[in-house]
Each structure stands twice: as C-alpha cells, then as structure tokens.
C-alpha cells in the first residue's frame, strides 16, 4: 500500500521474491528436462559445465556435486535480483514523482537478465535455447508478480499508470 513500504519490508519481499524466481526456473528446467526425456538435472548439469568452465559439450553423466554448487549460485544470485527489484518497487511507492522510473527499471531488468544469461550460456545453447531461458524467467515473473500484488494492491497501478 502506498506509503506503508519501508526498506525493510523492500527486502523481506524482495528475498520471497527471490526464492519464488528460484524455484519457478528450477522446476521449469526440470520439467522441460522430463518431457525431453532427459533426468531432472540435465540442463543443470549442462548450465554447472558451462559456469565451472567446461570446454565443448558437458559429459553424458550428471555430475551432482557441480548442480548442487550452480544450484547454490543461481540462488544466490535469484535472491540478491529479488532484493533489488523490490528496492527499485518500494522507492517507486515511496516517490510517487519516480514510479514510472521504477516500473521502467524493474521492466528492464527482466530483460537484462535474459539477455545476461543467454549470452552466458551461449556456448550451450544448443541444450539450452534462448526460448527456454525467457520462458522460466517470463514464468517466474508472472509468478513473483502474483506475490508482490498480493503483498502490494495496486502497486502495478502505481508503478506502470503513475504520473
């Protein structure tokens, strides 16, 4: 509600929101891995070689120590973008004059972290094509959304139909 979100509460939601990202690609991955008729962790292990520094393709076996360490960076990283994303919300609800700005941002931001992870992950984007990368962030958006609307009514007015 205007004027009620604080720094605090900012990041509070901003770490759901992060978790809710976290899970949302996880669970994509693992089902577009099921209906390719690869394990639950293959574009994991895929995404774990390519970090780690793998040359070419990663090998046939899953190795479960790299998933679980790439696991543990992606949701670090989902965490610290669902923080900032709810920093750059809450001080559009908080200056009303720079909510459009906010909403902008936060826009942007789903689209730099697509373009960030495809250009990272090009060196397998035959096992991972850019389609997948925008529709389990496209998907965790939706439902990140849903919380922060939940949490925050009308805080889509605010930030997209503001001034």
Do not use: C, K, Q
């Not at 690609?25 to 209906?35: Q, T």
């Amino acid at each position: 509600m205007p004027g009620t979100a604080n720094p605090r509460m900012d990041v509070r939601d901003g770490l759901v929101v992060g978790f809710i990202a976290y899970i949302t690609v996880a669970a994509f991955y693992g089902l577009f891995d099921l209906a390719g008729g690869r394990g639950p962790f293959r574009t994991a292990h895929v995404l774990a070689h390519a970090v780690f520094g793998g040359e070419g393709s990663a090998p046939p076996v899953v190795d479960m120590d790299a998933v679980v360490r790439y696991d543990g960076i992606h949701l670090v990283l989902s965490l610290l973008i669902g923080v900032v994303v709810m920093l750059v919300v809450g001080y559009g609800e908080r200056t009303p004059s720079r909510a459009r700005l906010a909403g902008m941002v936060v826009v942007g931001g789903y689209f730099a972290t697509v373009a960030a992870v495809w250009m990272l992950t090009r060196s397998v984007s035959g096992m991972v094509p850019w389609w997948s990368i925008a529709g389990a962030n496209g998907a965790s958006v939706v439902l990140a959304s849903m919380y922060v609307m939940w949490r925050r009514p009308g805080v889509g007015a605010r930030l997209f139909l503001a001034g």
